[in-house]
């Protein structure tokens, strides 16, 4: 059974910095790629960032490309998300997902963790 737990969310003021980070259960982490999505109030989950296995893929949502970092520590089974110059539109409920697929679609993502919460003020 896989378990994905996020941390390091919380209140920020716009333009700060916060890491998540999304720690895995099981041995096979390294055969999964990562990924992070988000949910604010009233819209749809949309992708936030992806990496492939070894690290040597990613790819970003437009919003976010240049702000946000995705990386991952294999020998630690985690996954992180640096996220700088924030803005109140990133607030959001942020997930992390596991999956074998190198994707940006929610649907190739099996494994999900239960959520946490960023909100930036203005």
């Known amino acids: 059974q896989v378990q994905l737990v996020e941390s390091g969310g919380g209140l920020v003021q716009a333009g700060g910095s916060l890491r998540l980070s999304c720690a895995a259960s099981?041995?096979?982490?390294?055969?999964?790629?990562m990924a992070w999505f988000r949910q604010a109030p009233g819209k749809e989950r949309e992708f936030v960032a992806a990496?492939?296995?070894?690290?040597?893929?990613?790819n970003y949502a437009d919003s976010v490309r240049g702000r946000f970092t995705i990386s991952r520590d294999n020998a630690k089974n985690t996954v992180y998300l640096q996220m700088n110059s924030l803005q109140p539109e990133d607030t959001a409920v942020y997930y992390c997902?596991?999956?074998?697929?190198?994707?940006?679609?929610?649907?190739?993502?099996?494994?999900w963790g239960q959520g946490t919460q960023v909100t930036v003020s203005s």
């Open positions: 990496i492939g296995r070894s690290g040597g893929w990613f």
């Open positions: 099981g041995r096979t982490f390294s055969t999964y790629a």
């Open positions: 997902a596991q999956g074998q697929a190198q994707s940006s679609r929610a649907t190739s993502y099996p494994y």
